[in-house]
Nanobody, 122 residues
Framework: QVQLVESGGGLVQPGGSLRLSCAAS????????MAWYRQVSGIQRELVARISRAGITNYADSLKGRFTISRDNAKNTVYLQVNSLKPEDTAVYYCNVDITTYNGRLYLNNYWGQGTQVTVSS
């Protein structure tokens, strides 16, 4: 069993900052790619940023510069630092993680967090 627990969302004024966290726990052998997505109600979920186990990052072109993804492999945690928040950043943010587990053999599966709401409003 694997659990992803997200935290750090909330209500923030335009121009403010937030740091989202997503911690993985359970019978984990290793964690590969970790990513953040976001979804506005009624719109398709979109990739915000992704980071490999080695720390290689890529970002949605429209979000470069304000979003920073990082990870702590010792803590099985991925972070998303968001600065200069805009009302259009309002969405539910989800972490997405590729995790290898062992149950007689190795399994590589993709997991989603429960989502954390970010609301940018004055």
């Amino acid at each position: 069993q694997v659990q992803l627990v997200e935290s750090g969302g909330g209500l923030v004024q335009p121009g403010g900052s937030l740091r989202l966290s997503c911690a993985a726990s359970g019978s984990i052998v290793s964690i590969e790619n970790m990513a953040w997505y976001r979804q506005v109600s009624g719109i398709q979920r979109e990739l915000v940023a992704r980071i490999s186990r080695a720390g290689i990052t890529n970002y949605a072109d429209s979000l470069k510069g304000r979003f920073t993804i990082s990870r702590d492999n010792a803590k099985n945690t991925v972070y998303l630092q968001v600065n200069s928040l805009k009302p259009e950043d309002t969405a539910v943010y989800y972490c997405n993680v590729d995790i290898t587990t062992y149950n007689g053999r190795l399994y590589l599966n993709n997991y989603w967090g429960q989502g954390t709401q970010v609301t940018v409003s004055s």
